[in-house]
């Protein structure tokens, strides 16, 4: 067969990445816009490779129970694939069973990856007081829109980066896609950030092609609880409006139930920092004199953590590599301050790429009383757990949190000791 050819599959698993596994005559089939149980009708993409292929699917012939129309029309399975926005690839399935299939996909990562059997929970975000909606739209404080050639402003479609002009957002707040409606037409080719901090106003931030960072950058504030974090605008903050206090309150639960009472007088570490987020949540643990650093690779985000972060006594912020800063770290810390790390905890929030060997055997070199690991990926958090576990540090399990509502991504925080 050829790319084009259309082909009918039952769905029966699910992949990371929003994909899902169908099989044709004993190969796997990677296709998106679907969910197991659905047989579908598929148009081949890319059969290069003998032992998967990819197609787009094309028609539902037969609907699991758990399809729903899809939450942004402009994704949904009834537009060309080429022109269908990214961003949203789990909008047609009931939101309960969206959180089921991350579950899934976490415990299989975890199983097919670190070689490790955990229990998986996933939750929504937010909590009686600061409800998440009960479609999983409205959600997302930060948007970036693309600007294609022609000045045309839109979402890129899946995969690709063909920008497709959509009349909504629907998984923007509010303001954000109103906001965004006035943003018809641009000059030049790049990107358009929309931005709503706490106070509520939208920044519309434009960054032409080529440029990684927006000019004079304005310092807007955030709040989380009692808490303010000044931060750029265009910085790096949790795009959804619930994220910060879910997973503040998640992390803070989960030191007191598992370590107990925070060691004011021991060194904790907070990797990759950003801003401060975590290692505030630390320190509040500890107290007014508990000994955090927060760790960052960009120099603007670590001076903001150092202003964060100011009114703990023992609080300071470094900019470095993770991998760098806890190798040297092991290598050159006294006696004192090795015993100091070895009574504390060791926060890290990596990137979607993750920690990676590096940085973890860094931080395992600290031989530290916990790690508590905030994941965005579950591939990388099944990677570096099995590597945690090659040095003794095991988790009990992985509490899931679905930050991305109507799109494939998921957090986890777990907790692994000595």
């Known amino acids: 067969m050829h790319d084009g050819d259309l082909i009918e599959l039952d769905i029966t698993g699910i992949a990371h990445g929003g ?22 009708r598929a148009r081949l993409t890319d059969t290069r490779k003998k032992s998967f292929w990819r197609a787009d699917a094309v028609e539902v012939l037969d609907a699991a129970p758990e399809r729903r129309p899809h939450v942004w029309s402009a994704a949904g399975i009834d537009v060309d ?30 199983q097919r990856v670190g070689k490790l059997e955990l229990p998986v929970d996933v939750r929504a975000a937010g909590d009686a007081e600061h409800p998440e909606s009960a479609d999983g739209r409205g959600w997302r404080t930060r948007v970036s829109l693309h600007v294609d050639e022609a000045g045309r ?3 890129y479609a899946a995969r690709s980066h063909h920008v497709v002009e959509t009349p ?3 998984l ?26 706490s106070d509520g106003r939208v920044r519309v931030l434009p960054r032409p092609e080529g440029t990684r960072a927006h000019p004079a950058p304005e310092v807007v504030e955030e709040r989380v609880g ?20 879910t997973l503040t309150s998640l992390v803070a639960a989960e030191l007191a139930a598992q370590v107990g009472d925070l060691d004011p007088d021991a060194t904790h570490l907070d990797l990759y920092g950003g801003v ?36 703990w006594i023992g609080a300071r912020a470094e900019t470095a590599r993770v991998d760098r800063f806890v190798t040297a770290l092991a290598a050159d810390a006294s006696a004192r301050e090795r015993e100091r790390l070895s009574r504390g905890v060791v926060l890290l929030d990596p990137p979607r790429a993750g920690a990676g060997r590096p940085a973890v055997e860094g931080i395992v070199a600290l031989s530290p009383a916990a790690v508590v690991y905030v994941a965005c990926d579950p591939v990388a958090l099944a990677r570096d757990l099995a590597i945690f576990g090659e040095h003794g540090y095991r988790t009990d399990g992985i509490q899931g949190v679905d930050l991305f509502p109507n799109s494939h991504h998921v957090e986890a925080v777990t907790v692994l000791r000595r």
């Open 168 to 170: 909504d957002l629907p």
């Open 81 to 110: 694939p080429s022109d269908r926005v990214g961003g949203a690839e789990f909008g047609h399935i009931e939101l309960a069973h969206q959180r089921a299939l991350k579950q899934r996909v976490i415990r299989e990562a975890v």
């Open 172 to 197: 923007a707040t509010d303001a954000v896609a109103r906001a965004a409606a006035e943003v018809r037409h641009a000059a030049a080719a790049g990107r358009i950030d929309l931005v709503q901090p």
């Open 153 to 155: 402003v839109g979402a």
């Open 276 to 311: 401060g987020l975590f290692a505030a949540t630390l320190a509040e643990a500890g107290g007014s004199a508990t000994r955090v650093i927060s760790v960052e690779s960009d120099a603007r985000d670590t001076e903001h953590a150092g202003e964060n972060l100011a009114e």
């Open 19 to 40: 994909v899902f596994v169908g099989r044709h005559e004993g190969r796997v089939v990677f296709v998106a816009d679907t969910l197991p149980g659905e047989r579908i």
């Open 226 to 245: 009692d808490r303010v974090f000044r931060v750029d605008a265009g910085g790096f903050w949790q795009v959804h409006r619930l994220a910060a206090h």
